[in-house]
Structures are given as C-alpha cells and as structure tokens.
C-alpha cells in the first residue's frame, strides 16, 4: 500500500505540521513518533491520539491526522 | 545596541544544523567559542538570559562575507540553543537566516524530516506552498 507522509514547516519554522496517509493504526503512531523524535519535539502532555491536534514543546505544534 | 535573543528552538542534530545553515550559504564554524555582537549590555532590553553569558557559545554561524554579527550556538540540556543580537537585523544576518532567524530553523526542520523520513525508506519532494516549506515522502 501506498504511503505518504506530509510534513509542512510554516515559514517562521516554529510550527511543523505532520499528515500521514496509508500507515494504519501503530504504524501511523510510530512514523509520527519517529519524526517527532527526529525533530527534538515531544507531546504536552495532554495525551496523544491519532486524530487530535496537539501542542508540543518548545515552540511547535504537531498534527496527526489519521492513518 | 544590544538586543540578543535566544530562539525556543532545540537543535538536537549538529548535523543538521551545518547542513541548513550550508544551505543557506551560511558558514558553520565548529569549536568556535564567541559570536560577534554588539558586546556589551547597554540596559535598553529586558534580557532573556544573562548578560554575562552574551557573546559566549560552543559552536558559531557567520555570514560567508564574514560581515555582520554572528549567530551562536550554544549547548544547553538535551541539546542546543541559537543566540545572536537581532539589532539592525544583525547587520545583514538576518537577511539570510530570516528575522529571528526563521529561515535558519525552517531550514534546520526540513533537513531533519528528510535525513528521519529516508532513513525509513521514503522518497522525499520538497515544494513551497504559500510560504511555507512542505515535504512529501511517499513509499510502496
């Protein structure tokens, strides 16, 4: 199956933006934790789901949209 | 004047960081202990950090023309911070690396996604979509 995964860094680079098509359920959750990762983000706190907006810290919002 | 500010921005990837800022045509200068500014706190600002530390750093980025004031980059828990003085725009700097160095960061998030999203197997295009920098990775 086809994968994509989106990323959009707005211009001031302080809000990075994380789509994911065609990896489902654990698989989505990783390749978004991966990147997360990679970035030096991490979750606020207020819990992670796959299709909820969440904010990260320091300074960027990442968004998991559904596999 | 002095205004240096400190970005919220956690560089994790040295790597990364000298390949963005190459891509800009900045100049990484590893090991590089000070950074140009304008060397003293002169009162007109509420600092950000301080004082005493402005103008130190492990790592610094310098305009290729060598000119202006210099961005550094200093080691903090986990990771690393970019710090220079934005007045003037940091004579020239931040026509490069972006007003508050935006550039610089986008720049720095790009290379990182595609280095993590390759690794994985992804091809990866990159396009700008009303101003802001997009990736799109695609495997199978």
């Given at each position: 199956?086809?994968?994509?995964?989106?990323?959009?860094?707005?211009?001031?680079?302080?809000?990075?933006?994380?789509?994911?098509?065609?990896?489902?359920?654990?698989?989505?959750?990783?390749?978004?934790?991966?990147?997360?990762?990679?970035?030096?983000?991490?979750?606020?706190?207020?819990g992670r789901k796959l299709t909820?907006?969440?904010?990260?810290?320091?300074?960027?919002?990442?968004?998991?949209?559904?596999? | 004047?002095?205004?240096?500010?400190?970005?919220?921005?956690?560089?994790?990837s040295l790597p990364d960081l000298?390949?963005?800022?190459?891509?800009?045509?900045?100049?990484?200068?590893?090991?590089?202990?000070?950074?140009?500014?304008?060397?003293?706190?002169?009162?007109?600002?509420?600092?950000?950090?301080?004082?005493?530390?402005?103008?130190?750093?492990?790592?610094?980025?310098?305009?290729?023309?060598?000119?202006?004031?210099?961005?550094?980059?200093?080691?903090?828990?986990?990771?690393?911070?970019?710090?220079?003085?934005?007045?003037?725009?940091?004579?020239?700097?931040?026509?490069?690396?972006?007003?508050?160095?935006?550039?610089?960061?986008?720049?720095?998030?790009?290379?990182?996604?595609?280095?993590?999203?390759?690794?994985?197997?992804?091809?990866?295009?990159?396009?700008?979509?009303?101003?802001?920098?997009?990736?799109?990775?695609?495997?199978?």
């Amino acid at each position: 199956m086809r994968q994509t995964i989106t990323v959009e860094i707005s211009e001031d680079g302080s809000d990075v933006r994380i789509a994911v098509e065609g990896v489902k359920g654990r698989g989505c959750l990783a390749a978004t934790l991966a990147l997360e990762r990679a970035l030096g983000l991490s979750a606020s706190g207020k819990g992670r789901k796959l299709t909820d907006e969440y904010l990260a810290v320091p300074a960027v919002n990442v968004e998991s949209v559904k596999g | 004047m002095s205004h240096v500010v400190t970005e919220t921005v956690l560089i994790k990837s040295l790597p990364d960081l000298k390949s963005a800022a190459a891509a800009l045509g900045l100049v990484f200068v590893e090991g590089q202990t000070s950074f140009r500014w304008y060397g003293r706190f002169v009162g007109d600002t509420t600092p950000d950090s301080d004082p005493a530390t402005w103008g130190m750093c492990d790592h610094a980025i310098r305009l290729s023309s060598n000119r202006g004031y210099e961005i550094g980059v200093v080691k903090v828990e986990g990771g690393y911070r970019l710090r220079y003085d934005a007045w003037c725009g940091g004579y020239g700097l931040e026509d490069v690396a972006g007003v508050k160095l935006s550039r610089l960061k986008s720049e720095y998030s790009a290379q990182v996604a595609t280095k993590q999203l390759r690794r994985e197997g992804y091809s990866v295009a990159r396009k700008i979509v009303n101003g802001k920098l997009r990736l799109v990775a695609v495997k199978g």
